[in-house]
């Protein structure tokens, strides 16, 4: 079975602190996201990598960077860390390659409480 | 661009109701078309998907048919239980986009006994 670890489920964190969000995946995927998701508005893209040291801006990069050193781990960064970042974030890996059937796989989430 | 619309919510059911949620798409090309779930507390779990017109993907016993002439994939289940309650989630993908997947914005679902 593939795996998305999250490396922390809970978070508390202060405004204005430097936040970091680990994920690692098992399966090799050549793909992985970080998503925010909150009520009423779904799943939102921030950002993306296809490969490493790739990364794409997706619908709300402000306020994020990301980091991808290793195929298997994509970092999430808030730099400053503000009270409209609260929300929880959703990793995510699938396969490269031209197959459009390729499925998404996500990680448990991770709530980050800014306060 | 492409994007995906799901009939909102929250449904709520008794048990042995039948279940019908809404999604329709758009896209330009073959997408690939998804539901997942989000049980509370837990990350998105693949539920059923289709990769062509006419496809009909099932699990546990939900259903789903890739309709491109409606471009809808409505999720169907003859009898729901109170172990389905949760977030349901329709998405695309279309491999000339390179590798985003788009989601609707979910239709929360309880089960009542």
């Known amino acids: 079975d593939v795996k998305v670890t999250q490396s922390s489920r809970y978070l508390v964190k202060r405004t204005g602190e430097k936040v970091f969000l680990e994920c690692v995946q098992d399966?090799?995927?050549?793909?992985m996201f970080w998503y925010r998701q909150d009520p009423g508005l779904g799943l939102r893209l921030i950002y993306f990598s296809y490969d490493v040291k790739m990364k794409e801006k997706g619908d709300i990069p402000e306020g994020y960077s990301v980091s991808r050193e290793k195929k298997e781990r994509f970092s999430l960064i808030l730099e400053s860390a503000s009270t409209n970042q609260t929300s929880m974030y959703l990793c995510?890996?699938?396969?490269?390659?031209?197959?459009?059937?390729?499925?998404?796989?996500f990680g448990e989430g991770s709530w980050l409480t800014v306060v | 661009g492409d994007s995906v619309t799901q009939m909102e919510g929250p449904v709520t059911l008794s048990e042995e109701a039948f279940l019908t949620i809404n999604c329709t798409y758009t896209?330009?090309?073959?997408?690939?078309l998804f539901w997942y779930v989000q049980y509370p507390g837990e990350g998105l779990q693949l539920l059923l998907k289709a990769t062509k017109a006419d496809d009909k993907g099932s699990n546990k016993g939900f259903e789903a048919t890739y309709r491109k002439e409606t471009t809808s994939f409505h999720l169907e289940k003859g009898s729901v239980q109170v172990s389905d309650s949760a977030v349901y989630f329709c998405a695309l993908r279309r491999k000339d986009t390179g590798n985003q997947f788009y989601f609707g914005t979910g239709t929360s679902l309880t089960v009542i006994p």
């Open positions: 995510a890996s699938s396969p490269g390659g031209e197959s459009s059937g390729n499925t998404i796989y």
């Open positions: 896209a330009t090309g073959y997408p690939s």
């Open positions: 399966m090799d995927h050549e793909n």
